[in-house]
């Protein structure tokens, strides 16, 4: 036999005993994750209490910070949807009355809610004396569902690829940029991790053997994770996958007697946490169609350059994820395809169908790739794995507690740094909220304003018994209803009849014009407050809005700025981009919010500086507006936004700005 023969099939024994020595290891260590029945352990294995450590800091990083810009959502998602409507129920019974968002989440809770405030009368007393204390506990449940999801990602983990690539994949989820960030947020998408990674311990156990708690287990979570969010219904296919391989080694009747308990079991948990869907199918069908409408409606594109769903959702992978271990999930995916077929098609089509799914459509948020991070981190841990496996030439070696901790600052390094940063940073006030403070110590009572759409409409209304009382409605100062245009913010021209539209929060900027400065001053609305989430749309795209821009320098050009906050170390430091201007994730961030101007106009009847409102103009800020340059220099600064997804867009519009931050979220997300 010629040598290079003789060469090739030591080669092809030493890989196949090396990967027979791999599957043995995982193996043993599925079937020591697994409890034996009646046996009990003094204490906590010496295998576990690394996990343990992941929990505790998974839990300080989703827990500090929470209270941020209460008592204000700055996020309209999360002001309009699931902690409100969990309160709703108090009034109205167990019906949301809306199924775009399904309400899994809304009634968890509302049963933590009931549980620490004893039901509705003292729901609605806390919320009267001090709405932070509710908000504080819906924003917990989120949190303490994020560290769920970590720990039962590490079950799966175990169970489908052994202890050191499931620690490795927790450790992942744990520093997880975006599955951080919004676990300070009262909103389904980290809670829908949970159930996704629930449903992945009982697919994993299935590679095990056959038992029907397992099909079960696969099932419940599925059903629940549709339940929570629609999308978290992606973990159907690694149930397939395994099924199929089932139905080879077993044969079709166990399979199919197997399907059938995961799907009752999935249907059975759907149904109990979304009853309504099946007792008013009218409604739920309605916002479904409602929902995908919303997804694929080319809506709220101002400022967003980016318009790729493909390469969108790769790059917040890598920023938000993290980018050594998307890197590596793709590495795993291929060691999975060459060394481990079945583990490749219970792992690898899930994320592809997924980012192709999401990509196609026209808007896209970071926040909904978190569906499909379990299913990277798992990639990720195996592809480190292998890499360590080929340097050091042996898988056992390349399991060691050292070798795993080198790997296990390689794929988490990032995370560390802009979590951390991240959940620091939120523990500080929120520009909004320092600006707000210093209009109501500063600002007379019954002053009239124009307030771009970046904050709460309850946002000039006093809260608790510190603050004056307003007059007005309940309002503090007079608002000028930016949410009425005689333009049409669809054709840019006036309406036919001269009747007023209403206008959207992301169309703001598109009805803007010089002349609105001349209104304003012959309607003595003498203060303008302007946010950065909406300036910095049109900066993005001056060419989509020159009107606005125009609007921007007549603004200053007739008016002195009385005050100003940017969350940033410098100025200009961060372009607008729907993402970074929202969540958070440059290093550049001192505190959240978006820089705020508030500006004091001249003329008319704001007057020469004279009068009430003369004392708020200072020699120190006009120096800081020379020192920060104009709007020319923004413009130039502005570049292309980073990141590129609309985590801001806004559907729908109300006549009084209902609500919201410009741009955290979309109303309607699936």
């Given at each position: 036999?010629?040598p290079?023969e003789?060469e090739?099939q030591?080669?092809?024994?030493?890989?196949?005993?090396?990967l027979?020595?791999?599957?043995?290891?995982?193996?043993r260590e599925?079937?020591?994750?697994?409890?034996?029945r009646?046996?009990?352990?003094?204490?906590?294995?010496?295998?576990?209490?690394?996990?343990?450590?992941?929990?505790?800091?998974?839990?300080v990083?989703?827990?500090?910070?929470?209270?941020?810009g209460?008592?204000?959502a700055y996020?309209?998602?999360?002001?309009?949807?699931?902690?409100?409507?969990?309160?709703?129920?108090?009034?109205?019974?167990g019906?949301?009355?809306?199924?775009?968002n399904?309400?899994?989440?809304?009634?968890?809770?509302?049963?933590?809610?009931s549980?620490?405030?004893?039901?509705?009368d003292g729901?609605?007393s806390?919320?009267?004396?001090d709405?932070?204390?509710?908000w504080?506990?819906?924003?917990?449940?989120c949190a303490?569902?994020?560290v769920?999801?970590?720990?039962?990602?590490?079950?799966?983990?175990v169970?489908?690829?052994?202890?050191?690539?499931?620690?490795?994949?927790a450790?992942?989820?744990?520093?997880c940029?975006?599955a951080?960030?919004?676990s300070?947020?009262?909103?389904?998408?980290?809670?829908?991790?949970?159930?996704i990674?629930?449903?992945l311990?009982?697919?994993a156990?299935?590679?095990?053997?056959?038992r029907?708690?397992?099909?079960?287990?696969?099932?419940?979570g599925?059903?629940?994770?549709c339940?929570?969010?629609y999308?978290g219904?992606?973990?159907a296919l690694?149930?397939l996958?395994?099924?199929?391989?089932r139905?080879?080694?077993?044969?079709?009747?166990p399979?199919?007697?197997?399907?059938?308990?995961?799907?009752f079991?999935a249907?059975?948990?759907?149904?109990?946490?979304?009853?309504?869907?099946?007792?008013?199918?009218?409604?739920?069908?309605?916002?479904?169609?409602?929902?995908?409408?919303?997804?694929?409606?080319?809506v709220?594109?101002?400022?967003?350059?980016?318009t790729?769903g493909?390469?969108?959702y790769?790059t917040?992978?890598?920023?938000?994820?993290?980018?050594?271990?998307?890197?590596?999930a793709?590495?795993?995916?291929?060691?999975?395809?060459?060394?481990?077929?079945?583990?490749?098609?219970?792992l690898?089509?899930?994320?592809?169908v997924?980012?192709?799914?999401m990509?196609?459509?026209?808007r896209?948020?970071?926040?909904?790739?978190?569906p499909?991070?379990?299913?990277?981190?798992?990639?990720?841990?195996?592809?480190a794995l292998?890499?360590?496996?080929?340097?050091?030439?042996?898988?056992?070696?390349?399991?060691?507690p050292?070798?795993?901790?080198v790997l296990?600052?390689?794929?988490?390094?990032?995370?560390?740094?802009?979590?951390?940063?991240?959940s620091?940073?939120l523990?500080?006030?929120?520009t909004r909220?320092?600006?707000?403070d210093?209009?109501?110590?500063?600002?007379?009572?019954?002053?009239?304003?124009?307030?771009?759409?970046?904050?709460p409409?309850?946002?000039?209304?006093?809260?608790?018994?510190?603050?004056?009382?307003g007059?007005f409605?309940?309002?503090?100062?007079?608002?000028?209803?930016v949410?009425?245009s005689?333009i049409?913010?669809k054709?840019?021209?006036?309406?036919?009849?001269?009747?007023?539209?209403?206008?959207?929060?992301?169309?703001?900027?598109?009805?803007?014009?010089?002349?609105?400065?001349?209104?304003?001053v012959?309607?003595?609305?003498?203060?303008?407050?302007v946010?950065?989430t909406?300036r910095?749309?049109?900066?993005?795209?001056?060419g989509?809005v020159?009107?606005?821009?125009?609007?921007?320098?007549e603004?200053?050009?007739?008016s002195?700025m009385?005050y100003?906050i940017?969350?940033?170390?410098?100025?200009?430091e961060v372009?607008?981009?729907?993402?970074?201007?929202?969540?958070?994730?440059?290093?550049?961030y001192?505190?959240?919010?978006?820089?705020?101007?508030?500006?004091?106009l001249?003329?008319?009847?704001?007057?020469?500086?004279?009068?009430?409102?003369?004392?708020l103009?200072?020699?120190?800020?006009?120096?800081?507006?020379?020192?920060?340059?104009?709007?020319?220099?923004?413009?130039k600064?502005?570049g292309?936004?980073?990141?590129?997804g609309?985590?801001?867009?806004?559907?729908?519009?109300?006549?009084?700005?209902?609500?919201?931050?410009?741009?955290?979220?979309?109303?309607?997300?699936?």
């Amino acid at each position: 036999m010629p040598p290079a023969e003789i060469e090739d099939q030591r080669t092809h024994k030493r890989t196949m005993s090396e990967l027979a020595e791999l599957r043995r290891l995982v193996a043993r260590e599925a079937h020591e994750a697994e409890p034996a029945r009646g046996h009990h352990h003094g204490g906590p294995r010496r295998s576990t209490i690394p996990i343990f450590g992941l929990l505790f800091v998974a839990a300080v990083l989703r827990i500090y910070g929470l209270k941020q810009g209460l008592p204000f959502a700055y996020n309209v998602d999360e002001q309009a949807h699931f902690m409100p409507r969990a309160i709703g129920m108090f009034g109205h019974g167990g019906n949301p009355d809306y199924f775009v968002n399904p309400p899994a989440f809304t009634y968890v809770v509302h049963a933590v809610l009931s549980i620490r405030f004893g039901g509705r009368d003292g729901v609605y007393s806390a919320y009267i004396e001090d709405p932070i204390q509710v908000w504080t506990y819906a924003r917990l449940t989120c949190a303490l569902l994020g560290v769920l999801g970590v720990w039962l990602l590490w079950r799966a983990g175990v169970r489908l690829l052994g202890r050191p690539t499931a620690f490795l994949a927790a450790s992942i989820l744990t520093f997880c940029f975006l599955a951080v960030f919004y676990s300070h947020q009262a909103l389904n998408d980290v809670p829908t991790l949970a159930p996704i990674c629930l449903s992945l311990w009982g697919t994993a156990g299935l590679l095990i053997g056959d038992r029907r708690r397992d099909w079960m287990l696969a099932g419940l979570g599925m059903g629940l994770a549709c339940a929570t969010k629609y999308t978290g219904g992606i973990v159907a296919l690694p149930l397939l996958a395994v099924a199929l391989h089932r139905w080879r080694a077993d044969g079709l009747g166990p399979v199919v007697l197997g399907l059938m308990w995961a799907g009752f079991a999935a249907v059975i948990m759907f149904v109990i946490a979304n009853p309504y869907a099946l007792l008013t199918p009218g409604d739920f069908i309605d916002d479904l169609i409602h929902q995908q409408t919303a997804s694929g409606d080319d809506v709220g594109k101002l400022g967003l350059t980016q318009t790729n769903g493909f390469s969108y959702y790769l790059t917040a992978s890598g920023w938000g994820i993290g980018w050594v271990p998307s890197i590596l999930a793709v590495v795993g995916a291929f060691y999975l395809f060459f060394r481990d077929r079945m583990r490749f098609w219970l792992l690898v089509p899930a994320p592809v169908v997924y980012i192709m799914f999401m990509g196609s459509q026209v808007r896209f948020f970071g926040r909904w790739l978190l569906p499909i991070s379990p299913f990277i981190a798992l990639l990720a841990g195996v592809g480190a794995l292998a890499i360590a496996t080929w340097i050091l030439k042996s898988p056992v070696k390349a399991r060691r507690p050292r070798v795993l901790a080198v790997l296990f600052v390689a794929l988490c390094a990032q995370g560390i740094v802009y979590s951390a940063h991240s959940s620091l940073i939120l523990g500080r006030d929120d520009t909004r909220t320092l600006a707000r403070d210093w209009m109501f110590k500063n600002v007379p009572t019954g002053v009239k304003l124009v307030l771009e759409p970046i904050v709460p409409s309850a946002w000039i209304q006093p809260i608790g018994k510190t603050e004056k009382k307003g007059r007005f409605g309940g309002d503090q100062w007079v608002k000028y209803p930016v949410g009425k245009s005689q333009i049409d913010p669809k054709t840019g021209a006036f309406t036919p009849d001269g009747k007023p539209v209403l206008v959207s929060v992301e169309d703001f900027e598109r009805v803007l014009r010089p002349d609105l400065v001349n209104t304003y001053v012959r309607g003595g609305f003498c203060l303008v407050v302007v946010g950065s989430t909406q300036r910095g749309r049109a900066l993005a795209e001056p060419g989509e809005v020159p009107d606005a821009l125009r609007y921007y320098r007549e603004l200053e050009a007739n008016s002195s700025m009385i005050y100003r906050i940017s969350p940033f170390s410098k100025p200009n430091e961060v372009p607008f981009s729907f993402d970074w201007s929202f969540i958070y994730f440059p290093l550049a961030y001192d505190r959240p919010g978006p820089e705020i101007s508030i500006y004091r106009l001249r003329g008319g009847k704001c007057g020469d500086g004279k009068g009430p409102l003369s004392s708020l103009v200072t020699p120190a800020v006009a120096q800081e507006i020379a020192k920060e340059g104009s709007l020319e220099d923004a413009t130039k600064q502005s570049g292309t936004p980073a990141g590129g997804g609309t985590d801001s867009a806004i559907s729908g519009a109300s006549s009084n700005n209902a609500g919201a931050q410009s741009g955290d979220a979309a109303p309607t997300t699936p």
